[in-house]
Nanobody, 117 residues
Framework: QVQLVESGGGLVQAGGSLRLSCAAS????????MGWYRQAPGNQRELVAA???????NYADSVKSRFTLSRDNAKNTVYLQANSLKPEGTAVYYC???????????WGQGTRVTVSS
Protein backbone atom coordinates (compact mmCIF):
# COMPACT_ATOMS: atom_id res chain seq x y z
CA GLN A 1 0.00 0.00 0.00
CA VAL A 2 1.17 3.53 -0.80
CA GLN A 3 0.15 6.62 1.13
CA LEU A 4 0.38 10.11 -0.37
CA VAL A 5 0.09 13.28 1.70
CA GLU A 6 -0.12 16.63 -0.06
CA SER A 7 0.49 20.09 1.32
CA GLY A 8 1.09 23.61 0.12
CA GLY A 9 -2.22 24.64 -1.40
CA GLY A 10 -3.91 27.93 -0.64
CA LEU A 11 -5.09 31.25 -1.97
CA VAL A 12 -2.82 33.24 -4.25
CA GLN A 13 -3.27 36.20 -6.55
CA ALA A 14 -2.87 35.83 -10.28
CA GLY A 15 0.79 35.98 -11.18
CA GLY A 16 1.83 34.54 -7.83
CA SER A 17 3.51 31.27 -6.92
CA LEU A 18 2.93 28.22 -4.79
CA ARG A 19 4.93 25.10 -4.07
CA LEU A 20 2.99 21.91 -3.56
CA SER A 21 4.56 18.96 -1.78
CA CYS A 22 3.65 15.30 -1.79
CA ALA A 23 5.23 12.95 0.71
CA ALA A 24 4.94 9.28 -0.11
CA SER A 25 5.30 6.19 1.99
CA UNK A 26 4.75 2.50 1.52
CA UNK A 27 6.40 -0.53 0.07
CA UNK A 28 7.62 -1.15 -3.47
CA UNK A 29 7.70 2.51 -4.20
CA UNK A 30 9.43 4.49 -6.95
CA UNK A 31 9.35 8.22 -7.47
CA UNK A 32 9.34 7.67 -11.22
CA UNK A 33 5.62 6.94 -10.98
CA MET A 34 4.66 10.17 -9.27
CA GLY A 35 2.96 13.26 -10.54
CA TRP A 36 0.25 15.86 -10.09
CA TYR A 37 -3.26 16.11 -11.49
CA ARG A 38 -5.91 18.75 -10.94
CA GLN A 39 -9.68 18.95 -11.07
CA ALA A 40 -11.54 22.22 -11.43
CA PRO A 41 -15.25 22.46 -10.59
CA GLY A 42 -17.33 20.86 -13.31
CA ASN A 43 -14.26 19.53 -15.12
CA GLN A 44 -12.58 16.17 -15.39
CA ARG A 45 -9.36 15.46 -13.58
CA GLU A 46 -6.40 16.30 -15.81
CA LEU A 47 -2.69 15.77 -15.83
CA VAL A 48 -0.55 18.70 -14.71
CA ALA A 49 2.90 17.11 -14.55
CA ALA A 50 4.31 13.66 -13.94
CA UNK A 51 7.50 11.67 -14.12
CA UNK A 52 7.61 9.09 -16.88
CA UNK A 53 8.89 5.56 -16.34
CA UNK A 54 12.31 6.91 -17.34
CA UNK A 55 12.17 9.63 -14.71
CA UNK A 56 11.60 12.47 -17.18
CA UNK A 57 9.15 15.21 -16.20
CA ASN A 58 6.21 15.52 -18.56
CA TYR A 59 3.97 18.63 -18.47
CA ALA A 60 0.57 19.62 -19.72
CA ASP A 61 0.85 22.26 -22.46
CA SER A 62 -1.09 24.72 -20.30
CA VAL A 63 1.60 24.77 -17.60
CA LYS A 64 4.82 24.32 -19.56
CA SER A 65 7.46 26.93 -18.72
CA ARG A 66 5.51 27.99 -15.61
CA PHE A 67 5.44 24.83 -13.49
CA THR A 68 8.37 22.66 -12.44
CA LEU A 69 8.20 19.12 -11.14
CA SER A 70 11.04 17.96 -8.91
CA ARG A 71 11.78 15.28 -6.37
CA ASP A 72 13.83 14.55 -3.29
CA ASN A 73 14.64 10.86 -3.28
CA ALA A 74 15.93 10.92 0.29
CA LYS A 75 12.60 12.27 1.52
CA ASN A 76 10.36 10.31 -0.87
CA THR A 77 8.81 13.63 -1.79
CA VAL A 78 7.88 15.30 -5.03
CA TYR A 79 7.28 18.99 -5.46
CA LEU A 80 5.34 21.08 -7.92
CA GLN A 81 6.59 24.65 -8.17
CA ALA A 82 3.78 26.62 -9.76
CA ASN A 83 4.74 30.12 -10.98
CA SER A 84 2.79 32.79 -12.84
CA LEU A 85 -0.46 31.25 -11.67
CA LYS A 86 -3.62 32.06 -13.58
CA PRO A 87 -7.25 32.08 -12.36
CA GLU A 88 -7.96 29.05 -14.55
CA GLY A 89 -5.48 27.18 -12.40
CA THR A 90 -8.01 27.17 -9.56
CA ALA A 91 -8.62 23.52 -8.76
CA VAL A 92 -8.02 20.73 -6.32
CA TYR A 93 -4.54 19.39 -7.00
CA TYR A 94 -4.01 15.69 -6.44
CA CYS A 95 -0.75 13.86 -5.99
CA UNK A 96 -0.69 10.57 -7.84
CA UNK A 97 1.50 7.52 -7.88
CA UNK A 98 1.29 4.96 -10.66
CA UNK A 99 2.66 1.53 -9.90
CA UNK A 100 3.89 0.07 -13.19
CA UNK A 101 4.28 -3.35 -11.58
CA UNK A 102 0.73 -3.41 -10.22
CA UNK A 103 -0.77 -1.29 -13.02
CA UNK A 104 -2.61 0.65 -10.37
CA UNK A 105 -2.83 4.38 -9.60
CA UNK A 106 -2.89 5.73 -6.06
CA TRP A 107 -4.25 9.15 -5.14
CA GLY A 108 -3.70 11.61 -2.33
CA GLN A 109 -6.55 13.45 -0.66
CA GLY A 110 -5.98 16.62 -2.67
CA THR A 111 -5.00 20.17 -1.83
CA ARG A 112 -7.02 23.15 -2.97
CA VAL A 113 -5.44 25.97 -4.95
CA THR A 114 -7.40 29.15 -5.53
CA VAL A 115 -6.03 31.82 -7.84
CA SER A 116 -7.79 35.17 -7.57
CA SER A 117 -7.88 37.63 -10.43
Amino acid sequence: QVQLVESGGGLVQAGGSLRLSCAASGSTFSLTGMGWYRQAPGNQRELVAAFTSRGIANYADSVKSRFTLSRDNAKNTVYLQANSLKPEGTAVYYCSYYSYSKEYRYWGQGTRVTVSS
